[in-house]
């Protein structure tokens, strides 16, 4: 049975296969043969034959890990990311294209990424001259997630150069996780600043970046694949719990995370939103403090970062706080989570 084919509840996190249908060729270009690389960990290279198809989140970072682990390359994710782009995203890739200009495409990306993955969410941020394109995985004990990060980030490269041509270079990439050992594969392609052990992983770009056209958009297209993406969209919606939980990621990371802001961009009042999510069974402050510990949990992981920034990433008011915190989630000490994560990993 191929995974095209496995059976998908509606609360499980999924993601189409087109921005993974490359790694096939990346396999047989690291001198590996695809179907028995995939069928040493139950998967069928058929599920590449549609970028359409469906996986769940976890099955999909699990297939990484294994490639990881059989070719032994440390920069997997990226390579497969060097082959992704607007092309990958579909219908929304397509109206991306089909923007007046970069900010329009962009914003539709963030708008709509959740037709494309729903374990993880495509933010942007603007602040004075800089602009920020991110990605945060917002599915739990994923695996692979530098790698997976890593293929993000450079799709969101691919991303703004389709759209802006060679007209924007970077100002930085950034990557949440620890400075790998090899970082020329990295280097040669971005041709731009690395952060490695940064807060969060993306591409900063000079903001004046948004501001121009998209060469060949057509308003009348733009107009026909709105319509179908909304059709697709009602669909897509899931419970509120679910969508309020894909904003907080973002919106924590770029300290928005306030019961009103959140409130607001569902174009409600506060109160409303908390009645919303009792009729869930949950609470904004349970979901809150749920991003807060994967958040945490992600940088604590991947990253080298100071418990002192992860509380400042965070909104605490200094590292004691989050460690109280971090300590009511998970009934132990930030320090002692990430000594311990660092121990599973060598043994």
């Known amino acids: ?8 509840q509606s609360s499980d996190t999924t993601v189409r296969i087109a921005t993974l249908i490359a790694l096939p060729a990346v396999l047989k270009e690291l001198g590996y043969e695809p179907a028995m690389v995939l069928a040493e960990i139950g998967f069928d290279l058929s599920l590449f034959d549609n970028p359409e198809n469906i996986i769940s989140y976890a099955k999909r970072s699990q297939l990484i890990r294994h490639c990881v682990n059989q070719t032994g390359c440390s920069h997997f994710g990226h390579l497969i990311g060097r082959h992704a782009d607007t092309s990958s995203f579909g219908l929304v890739g397509l109206l991306m294209l089909q923007s007046t200009d970069v900010a329009t495409a962009l914003r539709s990306l963030v708008r709509f990424a959740h037709l494309h993955v729903r374990g993880a969410v495509i933010y942007l941020e ?5 602009a920020f394109l991110g990605y945060s995985i917002v599915q739990s004990e994923i695996e692979a997630q530098e790698q ?5 980030v450079t799709i969101a490269f691919n991303i703004l150069r389709n759209l802006c041509d060679t007209k924007c270079h970077p100002s930085n990439i950034l ?3 620890r400075k790998p050992v090899n970082t020329h594969p990295f280097r040669q392609f971005f041709k731009a600043p690395l952060s490695f ?3 969060r992983s993306g591409v900063l770009f000079p903001a004046s970046c948004l501001q121009q056209p998209v060469m060949g958009a057509n308003p009348e297209q733009r107009r026909l694949l709105q319509r179908q993406i909304d059709q697709l969209e009602n669909s897509f919606r899931g419970d509120f719990a679910e969508q309020v939980r894909r904003v907080l990621h973002p919106a924590l990371l770029t300290h928005q995370a306030s019961a009103d802001n959140i409130a607001a961009l569902f174009s ?5 939103m908390h009645r919303r999510l009792k009729t869930c069974s949950t609470s904004f402050q349970k979901l809150a403090d749920e991003s ?6 992600q940088l604590l992981e991947n990253s080298s970062i100071k418990l002192s920034q992860i509380a400042e990433t ?7 706080a989050f460690t109280r915190a971090f300590r009511r989630w998970s009934g132990t000490i930030p320090s002692l989570w990430r000594e311990r994560y660092q121990h599973e990993l060598t043994v």
């Open 1 to 8: 049975m191929t995974l095209t084919k496995e059976k998908l």
């Open 126 to 130: 603007e602040k004075d001259d800089q």
């Open 148 to 152: 997976i990060e890593d293929g993000a």
């Open 175 to 177: 990557f949440a996780h």
């Open 197 to 199: 052990d940064a807060e």
């Open 268 to 272: 409600i009042q506060q109160r409303t």
């Open 292 to 297: 807060r510990f994967e958040i945490a949990r």
């Open 314 to 320: 965070l909104d605490y008011a200094d590292a004691s």
